[in-house]
């Protein structure tokens, strides 16, 4: 059931065009999987080609397509927490990186160490660089040896390599510390946003360039695709969705969501595990039906 959180009031003059999903917490169950019921209404949607449906994921390209060979479509994907955006097709339509040596020189200095993700379906290698040091947690050796594959060891400090988007895997209490200490040498060059890591009980700090966001990502395809803002539905779960919950014109959080995006959606759906998914999609037939009767 559909709550409102914000009070806020919905125009029902115009259509929704676009709806950005995020993924963990939102329409990925583990191991990838889908609700048979959100799967059917999304595939519907996708079919009727009236709402173009994209993914937006802080997760990297290759272990987004873990769920996307489950959805039955090729969507555009805003991945990297909006860094890269990859086509149906499978091509990069745009990417964003940048010198991580600052962020990884304090991290060091913290005895933390940063994972650094590049664009490896272009570029090819590894998916991500973890910096070489000694000082390695115990949470980072157990990541390192699950991602074996498609990780290499690299000098992060030295500025070889342009990134798409770092991370630093640790306490809670760390990572506040580490964030605390970005801001303090880098006041406002830099976007942090930390939320809960598969490794429980430990946290993802994920640190790309200020203005870097999954929004920002999805603008850049609202302009391909010549889509006003208002236009746009988006649902997710976490701190690194507010920005496109907060921006589109009809903004989700899950019930299974972090308070703090709770706070700034227009609604609040079921949880992700409870076909959540499928009162959104209801709620753009609505929507749309009833912008069509007005414009009609």
């Known amino acids: 059931?559909?709550?409102?959180?914000?009070?806020?009031?919905?125009?029902?003059?115009?259509?929704?065009?676009?709806?950005?999903?995020?993924?963990?917490?939102?329409?990925?169950?583990?191991?990838?999987?889908?609700?048979?019921?959100?799967?059917?209404?999304?595939?519907?949607?996708?079919?009727?080609?009236?709402?173009?449906?994209?993914?937006?994921?802080?997760?990297?390209?290759?272990?987004?397509?873990?769920?996307?060979?489950?959805?039955?479509?090729?969507?555009?994907?805003?991945?990297?927490?909006?860094?890269?955006?990859?086509?149906?097709?499978?091509e990069t339509f745009y990417s964003h990186s940048y010198n991580v040596s600052s962020v990884a020189r304090i991290a060091r200095e913290m005895k933390l160490t940063v994972f650094a993700q590049r664009d490896s379906d272009t570029l090819k290698g590894p998916d991500f660089l973890i910096d070489d040091v000694e000082s390695w947690s115990q949470v980072t050796r157990k990541h390192h040896q699950q991602n074996k594959t498609v990780s290499q060891k690299a000098d992060l400090v030295s500025g070889s390599e342009k990134i798409l988007v770092a991370g630093v895997l640790g306490s809670r209490k760390d990572l506040e510390r580490f964030s605390l200490g970005i801001e303090e040498k880098h006041p406002g060059q830099y976007s942090l946003i930390c939320v809960p890591a598969f490794e429980k009980p430990n946290y993802y700090c994920e640190v790309s360039p200020a203005g870097v966001n999954k929004w920002t990502g999805i603008k850049k395809l609202l302009d391909y695709f010549r889509i006003e803002e208002k236009e746009v539905c988006a649902a997710g779960d976490q701190l690194n969705d507010i920005a496109m919950v907060n921006g589109c014109g009809h903004g989700f959080a899950m019930g299974n969501a972090d308070p703090a995006l709770k706070k700034v959606a227009d609604f609040v759906c079921g949880d992700n595990d409870k076909n959540g998914l499928v009162e959104v999609m209801a709620y753009i037939t609505r929507i749309n039906s009833g912008a069509n009767q007005i414009n009609g």
């Open 1 to 90: 059931m559909l709550s409102s959180d914000t009070g806020s009031e919905i125009k029902e003059d115009r259509v929704i065009k676009l709806l950005a999903l995020d993924l963990d917490g939102t329409l990925a169950l583990p191991n990838n999987e889908l609700l048979p019921q959100t799967k059917t209404s999304l595939e519907k949607m996708h079919d009727e080609g009236k709402v173009r449906i994209i993914i937006a994921t802080g997760r990297r390209y290759r272990t987004s397509r873990n769920l996307i060979d489950n959805l039955g479509f090729e969507p555009y994907v805003v991945c990297n927490g909006g860094s890269l955006i990859k086509t149906p097709q499978r």
